[in-house]
């Protein structure tokens, strides 16, 4: 039986008087590609940054790797390659700098496997990154949350600024780390992609975490939690 | 750990290099105007030191301004405590709270590094930072005594530096604390302090009643009219500093751990 990556038990988690999540609990299998649907503000990002240790949780538990995600915070985050929904990066940079960069705090050499994702992605990666577009960020972001090969990929909305092309790169390469034993967690208001790709999926609505039977729904159930929400 | 003081070196160097050749050069200029103004020095000298509370607050009352000594304490020594004090506040506000601000946050903090690993490597960065502009500065002002050919005490000279620094460095851990606190670019609050220490240091050596209250400013020990008198060390003045300097540290180190990072 395969581990659980993903462990979260009872996540509560509150901005001041605002809500963020509500008791969410959440099991990500091995070898899995974990679609997380949601509304805008619905807590995805809320729940992926908690796991990171970017935000201080109110109550719950979260283990990642079979490992606590505040005490062995380092540890995971040497496991997990992430890109957030916003790639940004120091503008006086070079491309290559924040490759290189990204590698060398991880105390790795990844110049090979960075080469070959920047070769597949067609980054230019000469060029400073305040030069770059939404979507020639996002891959470079694509190649720092890939290079050191992780176990655990987290990726928050990652195809919005990517061409059709990339993103089915994009997905090729998902695949294919998967396919060597690692697992993805895919947030995303694209319904497509989930149908495409994943192998379950959960919905947040309100920052309360809804598990879907199968990553395949049609158009009009997908849409109903987004209705249901605004009435 | 070190890769990211590497790089916080290297994205502040241009910062370094404008402040510390600016203030740098801007003092050995003033050196240099000794020799042509010496003749005239006399007169002024003497002007300068019956102007009442504005000779006490600038030292004139103390130093000849004829001398290069006093020259340099009443001169270039406020020249270089408001420019590196400015320094200090700018690099030290930013030097956390950038991160969230330009949103490079959530590429930084992904990295398998611990939000203390992180603030190590930038206070560090901030301390260099200081310790280089200060050794920059002191090339250049050396620079001109050699190039003036006159006399001039070195111990003093050194010392007035090293206090300096210390003054920088409390600026710095105070601006650090603040940096700690939001994501936000607070670079006017930074000068708008620096600007604010100098001038409490200047109101308080011409106001009676606030010259006992001196020693809560950074400026009270590395005043230059003081040490190039060789006036009694201020202990109290540098304990503070220096209790001041470990709080704005630890709070900054404190805060930081236990507050959400904006994305």
Known sequence: MKENVIEISHLTKSYGKNRGVIDVSLNVKEGDIFGFLGPNGAGKSTTIRSMLGFLKINSGNIRILGMDSVKDHEKILKNVGYMPSEAWFYDSLKVADVIKYAADVRGLNCSEEAGKLCERLKVDTHKKIKQLSLGNRKKVSIVCAMQHRPRLFIFDEPTGGLDPLMQKKFFELINEYVAQGATCLLSTHVLSEVDKYCKNAAIMREGRLTMLDTPHIDDETFLSFYEEEEG | ?263
Request: net charge neutral; aromatic share 12%; charged share 15%.
């Open chain 2, 1 to 263: 750990m070190r890769a990211v003081l590497k790089r916080e070196l290297l994205l502040n160097l241009k910062n370094l290099l404008i402040w510390s050749l600016s203030v740098g050069a801007l003092g050995l200029v003033c050196i240099l105007l000794y020799k042509s103004m010496e003749g005239e020095m006399k007169d002024m000298a003497d002007a300068f030191s019956n102007m009442g509370a504005f000779s006490e607050a600038f030292g004139m009352s103390t130093l000849s301004i004829a001398t290069l000594k006093g020259y340099f304490a009443t001169e270039i020594g406020a020249v270089h405590g408001l420019g590196s004090c400015m320094f200090a506040a700018i690099i030290a506000i930013n030097i956390i709270s950038k991160e969230e601000d330009a949103h490079t946050g959530e590429f930084l903090f992904s990295l398998p590094l611990s939000r203390n690993r992180i603030l190590t490597a930038k206070s560090l960065c901030v301390a260099i930072m200081l310790v280089l502009f200060t050794a920059v500065c002191t090339l250049f002002y050396l620079l001109g005594f050699s190039i003036l050919g006159e006399e001039m005490p070195l111990d003093l000279f050194f010392t007035f530096m090293a206090r300096q620094l210390l003054m920088n460095l409390e600026v710095a851990g105070i601006c650090l604390a603040l940096s700690s606190l939001t994501g936000k670019n607070r670079m006017g609050l930074g000068l708008g302090m620096a600007l604010l220490f100098y001038a409490y240091d200047v109101m308080g050596r011409v106001i009676p009643d606030l010259k006992k209250y001196l020693f809560i400013g950074p400026f009270s020990y590395a005043n230059a009219s003081e040490i190039f008198t060789e006036a009694k060390l201020p202990v109290t003045g540098i304990v503070v500093a220096c209790g001041v300097l470990i709080c704005g540290v630890l709070f900054a180190f404190w805060f930081y751990n236990k507050r959400d990072l904006a994305s």
